[in-house]
T-cell receptor, first 110, second 116 residues
Framework: LAKTTQPISMDSYEGQEVNITCSHNNIATNDYITWYQQFPSQGPRFIIQGYKTKVTNEVASLFIPADRKSSTLSLPRVSLSDTAVYYCLVAPRGFQKLVFGTGTRLLVSP | ETGVTQTPRHLVMGMTNKKSLKCEQHLGHNAMYWYKQSAKKPLELMFV???????ENNSVPSRFSPECPNSSHLFLHLHTLQPEDSALYLC???????????????FGPGTRLTVL
């Protein structure tokens, strides 16, 4: 599996847009990029998945450049409840042995 | 509410006890997983079951014994655990071999296990 690198932590304020970038230089042709969110003492929750260009859903947007060596999770107008750990995963579609790294701990303050 | 339930939510046990963790999914999925999350460490995949058959054992010590009687239920039987086994144990399920969001696993709330 491609190794991923993301910031250990980020701070933001309510109402701001937050962008978390993940590097995955060794991404394979058949790999997809998936982001999960985890609140304390809960299981992770799927946020968004993409292969290339831009994907948007009701929660977030995912920007993937043409070379696919990085991706950016964008959270519009964060609130206190967005304080969580965000994980970037790279794996082929259907791959079950997901590898969660240390993630990015996002702290949203008033 | 993810459709995956786990019981108990909290468990304290001694090293000589035997206990079991239970997971149930109400999503019609065909794959189930056990993960371990220790304090300040990444999630570690322990076991994978597809259609009730174990397909992955990630070098887990034999004091952890999984059981999957059907596609909706998954158990983790615990015996003679060590204090370092204290962690959050998470169950997940997914629908494999479909066309969309194949990497989406649905997680339960976890069981917080403390081994004394």
């Amino acid at each position: 599996l491609a190794k991923t690198t993301q910031p250990i932590s980020m701070d933001s304020y309510e109402g701001q847009e937050v962008n978390i970038t993940c590097s995955h230089n060794n991404i394979a042709t058949n790999d997809y990029i998936t982001w999960y969110q985890q609140f304390p003492s809960q299981g992770p929750r799927f946020i968004i998945q993409g292969y290339k260009t831009k994907v948007t859903n009701e929660v977030a947007s995912l920007f993937i450049p043409a070379d696919r060596k990085s991706s950016t999770l964008s959270l519009p107008r964060v609130s206190l409840s967005d304080t969580a750990v965000y994980y970037c995963l790279v794996a082929p579609r259907g791959f079950q042995k997901l590898v969660f790294g240390t993630g990015t701990r996002l702290l949203v303050s008033p | 509410e993810t459709g995956v339930t786990q019981t108990p939510r909290h468990l304290v046990m001694g090293m000589t006890n035997k206990k079991s963790l239970k997971c149930e999914q109400h999503l019609g999925h065909n794959a189930m997983y056990w993960y371990k999350q220790s304090a300040k460490k990444p999630l570690e995949l322990m076991f994978v079951y597809n259609f009730k058959e174990q397909t992955e054992n990630n070098s887990v010590p034999s004091r952890f014994s999984p059981e999957c009687p059907n596609s909706s239920h998954l158990f983790l039987h615990l015996h003679t655990l060590q204090p370092e086994d204290s962690a959050l144990y998470l169950c997940a399920s997914s629908l494999i071999w479909t066309s969309e969001r194949d990497n989406e696993q649905f997680f339960g709330p976890g069981t917080r296990l403390t081994v004394l």
